[in-house]
């Protein structure tokens, strides 16, 4: 079965108990100002984790009662209540929403620097 490294790597060490309120509200707050590349990468979790973990699920479904609407012809817009995740991918995708945003905000700080000189 083929790997995905950054599944592989956010899934390490997940606590039992659940995500603090404010880590919830953290993730809703970031989550609208990350990247395509990120909304895309928490979609790929999403199906990796449910691959991995919800084998006997329908693949044609939106996982975890995400709703789906077509934006234009080749682009649609997915959307889930984070609390319908399960605990084990409200950390996975937590972790990543950390590390993705530190990985923005150090590119914009790259791109800055590259324009001042």
Known sequence: MPTFPLYDNLSRDIPKKDLTVAQKED???KVETINQAGQ???YALVEYYRMEEDKDTDIKTVAYNGTKEDVS???????????????KLRHILYKFMILHTTS??????????????
């Not at 012809?73 to 605990?87: A, G």
């Not at 923005?104 to 000189?117: D, F, G, I, N, P």
């Open 27 to 29: 993730f809703v707050k």
């Open 40 to 42: 895309d990468l928490i």
């Open 73 to 87: 012809k080749n682009n649609v817009s997915l959307t889930w209540s984070f609390i319908d995740f399960p605990l």
């Open 104 to 117: 923005m905000k150090e590119e914009e700080v790259r791109q800055t620097s590259k324009e001042a000189l």
